[in-house]
């Protein structure tokens, strides 16, 4: 009877767990908050990246407990449509020249109905136009086949996307990824830019990934900063941009409707 009532709680947890995730998908009960990237020379905006949130006040609010659900019901790809869509219409008039930096799964993006016809629709029912947005992958995540991966890149920059790949220097895989990929932009986890300005060694190592980008013609984006003095060294260091707290918390760049 124990095992019974056990079988039973866990199977009506699983059974809640997925009313919990379609609500969000169906109901898209998906918005976005943008955080800034400051270009360090000029100190102006040159772009936000498009953060997804859940309901507010629930388990599901953040991008990671979200995603974690729809892995296990098999929803990755239905709940990524649902964070680029809320990421376009959240950013309707930005500044012309102004970057919307948004995060994009590997798999999903394969997708046939991702591709050209209707993205570019959304793209100009938000007022948008591809040269406006970049694919942040994350280094984290694994990507099966980098030639089928490299094939959706060029498709998609022929159309005028760029790529960015995202939390370098987080997991094992930044180096073949930086080689496979040829990002437009290398975005700096915030790991090694934390206290730049007091620690040499992260700062020779920004200083070589630095050098590594100019030999590829991509920008380099140093994530996570927090001080003034971190600001200063990545000037210093002739790093193009930063992004972090020091610039602002994210939130919505319209007041919500209705």
């Known amino acids: 009877e124990a095992r019974a009532d056990l079988d039973l709680n866990v199977r009506s947890e699983a059974r809640a767990r997925r009313r919990r995730i379609l609500d969000v998908v169906l109901d898209r009960k998906v918005t976005s908050v943008y955080e800034p990237i400051v270009a360090v020379e000029s100190k102006t905006v040159f772009g936000y990246e498009a953060l997804a949130r859940g309901p507010q006040g629930t388990p599901l609010h953040t991008p990671l407990a979200m995603f974690r659900m729809a892995e296990e019901e098999g929803l990755v790809f239905e709940l990524d449509c649902l964070c680029r869509a809320s990421g376009l219409k959240g950013a309707v008039g930005l500044p012309s020249g102004t970057k919307l930096f948004l995060n994009i799964r590997p798999t999903p993006i394969h997708a046939p109905n991702v591709r050209a016809e209707r993205l570019i629709r959304t793209l100009a ?134």
Do not use: M
Not at 140 to 150: G, L, T
Not at 197 to 203: A, G, L, S, V
Not at 209 to 231: F, H, N, P, W
């Open 125 to 258: 029912a938000c007022e948008h136009s591809p040269s406006d947005v970049v694919f942040e992958v994350s280094e984290q995540e694994s990507i099966a086949n980098f030639e089928v991966f490299k094939e959706i890149r060029d498709y998609y920059r022929d159309l005028g996307f760029q790529f960015a790949l995202d939390d370098t220097g987080a997991g094992y895989a930044g180096l073949e990824a930086l080689v496979e990929i040829s990002p437009d932009f290398v975005k700096v986890d915030r790991s090694f830019v934390s206290g730049i300005d007091q620690d040499p060694i992260r700062k020779t190592l920004l200083a070589a990934l630095q050098d590594v980008c100019d030999k590829t013609s991509a920008r380099l984006i140093a994530e996570g900063l927090d001080r003034l003095e971190e600001l200063e060294t990545l000037g210093e260091l002739k790093i193009a941009f930063g992004q972090g707290w020091l610039f602002g918390k994210p939130t919505p760049l319209r007041a919500p409707e209705g």
